[in-house]
């Protein structure tokens, strides 16, 4: 796979409209829910892993579903600059589908840990219409990065898409339909690199085949 340039967004990276407490006390909340979930873990908790009072998580979001909104808002935003940036270190089209889908299996305990979080948040978010809005925003962003990618390469006659949209959340229902399969292995951490790999194929030959008109 090709070589790319290290990745300046990390889980460590702030927001640019959060404050240093509140980016510390999201983080905090993202590596309680993937432990524990959103229903198991309190705000006391989040609280003493954060070494603050939950008064001051109060203070700056709230409530416990603000907490949660602004945490999934967070991770979103990074997984969606993480594909923009892997994209952006290749310019052709095939070669930056390997690079997106590599930086989106980014290794075994990180998948896990957001995949879990994000399902977790989901269901527990999902009377709310901001976390609704946030969601759709999201999948908006990512299925652009895709669309780009598959028009540069229809563009270039590499791939065979006639509806570009179309093929766009066909890709991510084939990665996010992986990863769903991929969760429910009990052997999660081995299998890692074969989905992967599978990815990278069933993403490549639908790309790459005939529109099912022309078939």
Same mark, same amino acid.
């Given at each position: 796979m090709t070589q790319r340039k290290p990745e300046t967004v990390t889980e460590d990276s702030p927001q640019q409209d959060l404050s240093p407490k509140q980016s510390h006390l999201i983080r905090t909340t993202y590596r309680a829910i993937s432990e524990k979930g959103a229903q198991r873990v309190s705000l006391q908790e989040i609280a003493d892993r954060a070494g603050v009072s939950k008064g001051i998580i109060l203070y700056h979001f709230g409530s416990k @579903?603000?907490?949660m909104l602004k945490t999934m808002e967070w991770v979103l935003q990074l997984n969606a600059e993480r594909i923009r940036e !892997?994209?952006?270190?290749?310019?052709?089209?095939?070669r930056q589908v390997l690079v997106m889908i590599d930086v989106i299996f980014r290794n075994p305990d990180a998948?896990?840990?957001?995949?879990?979080?994000?399902?977790?948040?989901? @269901?527990?978010?999902?009377?709310?219409?901001?976390?609704?809005?946030l969601n759709a925003t999201f999948r908006s962003i990512v299925? !652009?990065?895709y669309a780009d990618v598959i028009r540069s390469g229809v563009a270039e006659g590499v791939f065979r898409a006639r509806d570009v949209d179309e093929a766009a959340y066909t890709l991510r229902a084939i990665v996010d339909g992986l990863f769903l399969q991929w969760l429910q292995e009990t052997d999660w951490r081995n299998l890692h690199s074969r989905y992967r790999e599978i990815c990278v194929r069933s993403?490549?030959?639908?790309?790459?085949?005939p529109p099912a008109e022309d078939v």
């Open positions: @579903d603000r907490l !892997a994209i952006a270190t290749e310019t052709a089209p095939e998948n896990r840990r957001f995949y879990l979080t994000y399902l977790d948040i989901l @269901d527990h978010a999902a009377r709310m219409d901001e976390f609704s809005k299925n !652009a990065l993403v490549l030959t639908f790309l790459r085949a």
